[in-house]
């Protein structure tokens, strides 16, 4: 048979079931050729996992739409060799368009790579990126990570998602240059995101509470943090965020006892789960739930009774946590928690999040 | 001339474009859900007319449905790497021409399970390409060839509707059926496939 194809001359139900006949990737790539191909893989309902967008030294969007992982990679590069041109975001010359599939060999899986390029025309970043969360009914982006050494100033990935739900933002010190605390409060500034934050590994952060103070009182679901030394009980009272993972404090018991109380009392109405990595002496568990529950009425919870809570329920990033003992406690609206201590570690959790 | 019984025994005459006739199971017949709506119940009068098509792509098609009388029902597409030998020597042995024309008949024919096949082929030629090779591939219609397809599809809304009047005419004949459940059954199937023809012109 020809390479050629009058596709678009046959009944326009066999152009459909076409196009049903094809793979997610095909059809993403297909939706690109032209209006009547975008409109009909529109049409499709297409639904990916998730939509995130890296503003490494080529910006990339990845579209995780199982068993797909899809990079789209804009490059700006003269020649091979060539000393990167760090210009503008806008406009790609090159449009690099990678596809692992997660393939299941029964005892381990493995990916399987096929990647494309080809030179770009008119289009602009932004217009790719409108493009996929049009095809794909994902009016969001799920996560931007920033790094250290990012080819765009803050502004200018401002400019790019401008008008975008940017539901994560993520920073992290994966790149060569950590990100400063000024360059961490620019990008805060820059890019508000709806529902969490995610700063990774970040050592010489160092808090300034007037400047931080503003991102903790927002209405955000998630925030982690992994290590924030200076981090005080009265930052951990100031957040309204649903689910707060601190990996690494300066806190001990007697601060965490303080929160309960204030917990108890109403505080922090919106928290649903709470961990904290703490800086106690005691290697003792008992000693330092007497610690946390110094003054508080609790119910003890027996140690064999084990307990599954989910985070992030109803996200991409849903997950499970297997915990055992802990203490019941009350709040005075009557909302339950459990609070829980293991070594370095305090955690409570709001009883609506644990299944047994 | 066919009766109404449906046994795999009963043979319908087809009328092709050309104005030639040849026999065709009943068995291999009710694969087609348009023939199943208009004649599988009140039979047919003389020669049906699918006369929008010709005689070699009729047969062909209808050489299909012959071989996959005895398949399990249709459930849905399969995978073009399922295909037997034989279904794949019958797609392999058409030129683009035929194919075409194969898909078109099969698709007003109604048959599932090869315009299904069909389309995975079509989708199979797209895998695996970049935007530049898919662009290749599909030649993108130009105005004129885009109007001419509507007139064809206005053409093939007649030629439904045609059809559908000679069900009606036979249904008329049949003195052995009740009066009112053929009325209805013709007038049923005379909207549904106006409907349906409009819809794709209008498209």
């Given amino acids: ?356 | 001339m066919t009766s109404p019984a449906s046994s795999s025994e009963v043979k319908y005459l087809i009328e092709s474009s050309e104005g030639n006739t040849f026999d065709v199971s009943g068995a291999a017949l009710r694969q087609s859900n348009t023939f199943n709506a208009m004649f599988l119940n009140i039979g047919a009068d003389g020669p049906i007319p699918f006369t929008d098509y010709n005689e070699a792509t009729l047969k062909k098609v209808f050489e299909y449905c012959e071989h996959s009388v005895n398949e399990e029902n249709y459930s849905g597409p399969k995978h073009q790497d399922d295909l037997s030998k034989w279904d794949l020597n019958f797609f392999n042995e058409m030129d683009q021409k035929m194919f075409i024309d194969v898909i078109n008949a099969s698709n007003f024919l109604d048959i599932e399970r090869l315009t299904s096949y069909c389309c995975e082929r079509i989708a199979r030629m797209l895998r695996g390409k970049n935007t530049q090779e898919m662009i290749k591939v599909i030649t993108l219609p130009t105005a004129e060839e885009l109007e001419a397809k509507q007139k064809v599809e206005e053409k093939k809304a007649a030629a439904a509707k045609k059809v559908a009047e000679k069900a009606a005419e036979t249904a008329e004949k049949t003195e052995t059926l009740e009066e009112l459940p053929v009325q209805q059954l013709v007038q049923t199937t005379r909207n549904k496939l106006t409907r349906k023809y409009l819809s794709f012109s209008n498209e």
């Fill in chain 1, 1 to 356: 048979m020809s390479s050629n194809f009058p596709l678009f001359l046959l009944p326009d139900n066999v152009i459909l079931s076409v196009f049903r006949s094809m793979e997610a990737v095909d059809l993403m790539l297909l939706s690109m050729i032209s209006m009547r191909t975008k409109e009909i893989v529109c049409s499709l309902n297409l639904h990916p996992d998730k939509i995130s967008l890296d503003t490494r030294a080529s910006c990339e969007l990845e579209i995780r739409f199982s068993p797909f992982i899809i990079r789209v990679a804009f490059k700006k590069f003269e020649k091979k060799d060539a000393e990167r041109e760090i210009v503008v975001i806008e406009r790609p010359e090159k449009v690099g368009f990678y596809v692992s599939r997660i393939v299941n060999y029964g005892l381990f899986k493995g990916l399987e790579n096929v990647n494309y390029q080809w030179e770009n025309g008119t289009f602009e970043v932004r217009d790719y990126i409108d493009h996929f969360i049009k095809i794909l009914h994902h009016h969001r982006i799920d996560e931007l990570s920033v790094m250290g050494d990012d080819a765009y100033p803050p502004e200018e990935i401002q400019q790019l998602v401008n008008g975008l739900d940017i539901r994560e933002l993520s920073f992290s010190d994966e790149g060569n240059v950590r990100i400063s605390d000024d360059g961490m409060i620019n990008y805060l500034n820059a890019i508000k995101p709806t529902r969490s934050f995610y700063l990774d590994r970040s050592p010489l952060f160092v808090w300034n509470h007037s400047k931080m103070s503003q991102f903790f009182v927002q209405n955000l679901d998630c925030i982690v943090i992994a290590n924030s030394p200076l981090l005080t009980l009265d930052d951990l009272l100031l957040m309204n965020i649903s689910e707060i993972q601190i990996n690494r404090t300066r806190m001990i018991g007697k601060d965490f006892n303080r929160f309960l109380k204030h917990w108890i009392a109403g505080s922090n109405p919106r928290l649903k789960y709470l961990t904290v990595g703490d800086d106690s002496t005691t290697d003792d568990r008992e000693e330092f739930e007497r610690e946390l529950l110094n003054g508080i009425d609790h119910r003890k919870i027996p140690d064999e009774e084990e307990r599954t809570c989910i985070k992030r329920m109803g996200t991409y990033e849903e997950c499970r946590e297997k915990m055992t003992g802990g203490s019941y406690i009350r709040r005075k609206d009557g909302t339950e928690a459990i609070v829980h201590a293991e070594y370095h570690w305090f955690h409570l959790i709001l009883q609506e999040l644990m299944s047994i």
